[in-house]
């Protein structure tokens, strides 16, 4: 028997985000409470992925309770600590070569960070159960983790 | 033998499978790993998960036939 389920990945645990960052060569600033962007917010973009209609309000544009580096981008991406949900909201400046570099790195919206973020996240608590995995990287793109000895 | 396949698409977003359950065991062993994992938005459950739970048929973990 079988079922399936699917599930949209937050960032609730840092350790898995900076497991992530390793992997995909990104340097995970604990603490840093700015990023670099564009500097002002000049109200030149509003489309539904727009931070601010995520729950990121303009005046928190360039501030962060962690960040990432990108190296070789001038800018950064931030992490806002969201109380309602005990998560981090992930946003970046994609403007321009920096943020350009930006999304070459870690996917448009950063669900390539997601991506990752989610295999560690994976791998970290069936570590803590004592259950094996196997990781592949499919064709497709997909992450598959085969988990086996599940009690 | 119980096994979970987990496949995380580009997008971030994560599947899971399990096999080798019985019934609504497959829930117990995943609702942590949801959990842990984030929001939950979504789930699919195939005709075989509600056969099983009711113990109809011979794929009991340690009695098969």
């Known amino acids: 028997m079988s079922h399936v389920v699917s599930i949209k ?21 604990e603490g840093q409470k700015t990023i670099r962007w564009f500097g002002e917010w000049v109200n030149d973009y509003a489309a539904d992925d727009a931070a601010y209609k995520l729950g990121i309000s303009t005046d928190q544009y360039g501030k962060c309770d962690h960040a990432i580096e990108v190296p070789g981008s001038g800018y950064d991406i931030g992490l806002i600590h969201n109380p309602k949900t005990g998560g981090h909201k992930l946003y970046f400046d994609f403007y321009g070569s920096n943020g350009k570099k930006i999304q070459n790195a870690v996917g448009e919206n950063g669900q390539k960070l997601l991506q990752y973020y989610g295999k560690h996240k994976v791998l970290i608590e069936a570590k803590k159960k004592g259950w094996l995995c196997s990781t592949t990287k499919a064709g497709n793109g ?7 000895n599940v009690a | 033998m119980k096994n979970i396949k987990v496949s995380i698409n580009s997008d971030g977003e994560i599947k899971m499978e399990g096999s080798g359950f019985v019934g609504t065991a497959c829930d117990k062993a995943m609702a942590a790993l949801e959990k842990s994992l984030g929001t ?11 056969q099983q739970a009711t113990g109809s048929n011979t794929q009991s973990v340690g009695g098969g036939k």
């Open chain 1, 9 to 29: 990945t937050e960032l609730f645990d840092l350790n898995a985000a900076k497991a992530a960052c390793a992997e995909l060569g990104l340097i995970f600033k």
């Open chain 1, 142 to 148: 997909n992450i598959e983790i085969q988990i086996t």
């Open chain 2, 40 to 50: 939950q938005t979504k789930r699919i459950n195939k005709p075989e998960y509600y």
